[in-house]
C-alpha cells in the first residue's frame, strides 16, 4: 500500500474504531441504566445500605462511560492516562470505559 492510500486509509480505521468503542461504551450505559430500576423492583428500603452502595458504584460507571465518550471526542480513548501507552483492545472490549492500563492498574477494574 503506497504511503497515499495509508493516509487516507488510517482515518477511516479510525473512525470505524471509535464507532466500535461507542457501540460498547451505549451497551455498557444501558445496561448501567436499567440496573437501578432493577434494584427499586426488588422491593428493598432505599435506606438499605446494600442497595445505596449499589446505586453509587453504578453511578461511578456512568460517569467513567461519560468520561471515555468525552476521551473518544479528544481523541485521546484507548491510552493509558497513567503511562500513555496504549491500552489492549481486549482490556477495552471488556471494560470499554477503563482509563488505565492493567500495568498501571494494578490489576483492579477501571
Not at 7 to 26: D, I, N, V, Y
Not at 31 to 57: K, Y
Not at 63 to 76: N, P, V
Not at 78 to 102: D, F, M, N, Q, S
Amino acid at each position: 500500500m503506497s504511503r497515499d492510500a495509508a493516509a487516507r486509509t488510517a482515518p477511516r480505521l479510525e473512525r470505524q474504531a471509535a464507532e466500535e468503542a461507542r457501540g460498547r461504551l451505549e451497551h455498557a450505559r444501558g445496561t448501567r441504566l436499567v440496573q437501578p430500576r432493577a434494584l427499586t423492583e426488588t422491593g428493598q428500603s432505599a435506606d438499605d445500605h446494600l442497595m445505596s452502595a449499589q446505586r453509587d458504584a453504578i453511578e461511578r460507571v456512568l460517569k467513567e462511560i461519560d468520561d471515555a465518550f468525552a476521551r473518544i471526542e479528544a481523541g485521546t480513548y484507548g491510552l493509558c492516562l497513567a503511562c500513555a501507552k496504549p491500552v489492549p483492545a481486549e482490556r477495552l472490549e471488556i471494560l470499554p470505559y477503563t482509563r488505565h492500563c492493567v500495568a498501571c492498574r494494578g490489576g483492579q477494574a477501571g
